[in-house]
């Protein structure tokens, strides 16, 4: 499924965040936005989601302007949808193997052996086993990451999205979470669109890299494309450079 | 001139505002009542902790309530001979009044600060988006079975408070200050109608469907980590509270 934002504006208050933000995501593809802290990269997700509306402008998933949806058919759009978020949000009232279920208890009407079944399958998928009965808070936050992934993936969803889904977690974890990231993609053929600041990870999974900044996508290429970019903005992301030139020597 | 107006009128559009917004969330509430899917199985859940769970405590304070009412009124119905009538007192003091207000301020210390705090973690914690993403509604998966356990179970467990009260009116009545039994339970026929008991249960449900609604609202519309749960949490019972004293003055002005 295509993914497509057309002059997107969104402030809180007198804080713009996007602004008249262009963007498309290529179907089938991995998607990495990147950008600072704080710059806009979730907002920029939840409105994709339609957790948010716009201020003004389209968000268009396969030709479809969500922006104008009500409550009912911005549903029947979400069922294509799974998300991964940044703390994995796990019911933690519930068990892993009750979190995954959930999404699937809630729009089909499989048997209860069925849904059985498709938990161990996701679950298996993102490489766990025997934590069905486990609850959320039993769990490293790798493991909670790979649970919120099967529940992302319980009902085959088109397209997948990723809210800073190394943020967190130790280097051999976050490659782990790269390396599902891509197999998921592969497996599946979901689009994927992910948000990040991890320059490593990013070009490592990503076909595709779109940078954020002031609002607004300045740089959107392959990953070459990107680490060549003669933008000074994009540069200095890459490379960790904060704006100022002093050095950091020069405060101790 | 017009910055001091500003100033001053600052709370009262805000508490208008939380009002309009707490209206919205009823209508939404009320609404998701008559949709399906039911959520059965959700509504029992909060019955059984709104209800079940809060029973010790409004057995232990209600019974403390009956029997402190009995020596109070004891002493001062003495003065005139008026021992007799302490049973009645009791009777109609917890069926009209004490029952619902004690249990309805008990069950918001209990569930209703619980709400806004499970409310507020879950939406700091993103679990209400991710209820969202996957096409599931919060004020119908989340709210509507508490506001509907807070409707439903408040009578219930007013009608143990005041059973209980009772017990412990004749208790410390006809037990440590030697009423006659009998004219201590002819006293409560004789005075307590039907009335007084179903229009306490009247009272104690819209209290259940304050503290409830009030619970979801502040957790629902949390916002700044640990500390804005606490703070919803503390809200909740706050205005939940002030809220279910000043409904009990008019809702008892309109139908005693």
Known sequence: MKIQLSNVCKAFGDQVVLDDLDLTVEPHRITVIIGESGGGKSVLLKHIIGLIRPDSGSVYIDDVDISVLNDRQLNEVRKNFGMLFQEAALFDSMTVGENVAFPIREHTRLSKEEIDGIVEEKLRQVGLKKVTGKMPAELSGGMRKRVGLARALALNPKIILFD????????????????????????????????????????????????????????????????????????????????????????? | MVRLLEFAGKPFVLIIESFGKVSLLLAATLAWMIRPPYRIHEIFKQMEFVGVNSLPVVLITGAFTGMVLAIQTYYGFRMFGGESLVGATVALSMARELGPAITALMVTGRAGSAMAAELGTMRVTEQIDALYTMSVNPVQYLIMPRVVAGIVMLPILTIVSDFIGIVGGYFVGVGLLDINSGIFMARIVEFVHLSDIVNGLIKSAVFGLILSLVGCYKGFNTSGGAAGVGRATTQAVVISSVSILISDYFLTAVMF
């Not at chain 1, 990040?196 to 490592?204: A, G, P, V």
């Open chain 1, 164 to 252: 800073e889904p190394t943020t967190g977690l130790d280097p051999i974890r976050r490659d782990d979470i790269d390396r599902l990231i891509v197999k998921t993609q592969q497996l599946t053929g979901a689009t994927c669109l992910v948000i990040s600041h991890d320059i490593d990870s990013t070009f490592k999974i990503a076909h595709k890299v779109a940078m954020l900044y002031d609002g607004r996508i300045i740089e959107y290429g392959s990953p070459e494309k990107i680490k060549h970019s003669e933008n000074p903005v994009v540069k200095n992301f890459i490379e960790g450079k904060s704006s100022s030139d002093q050095r950091l020597a020069d405060y101790v």
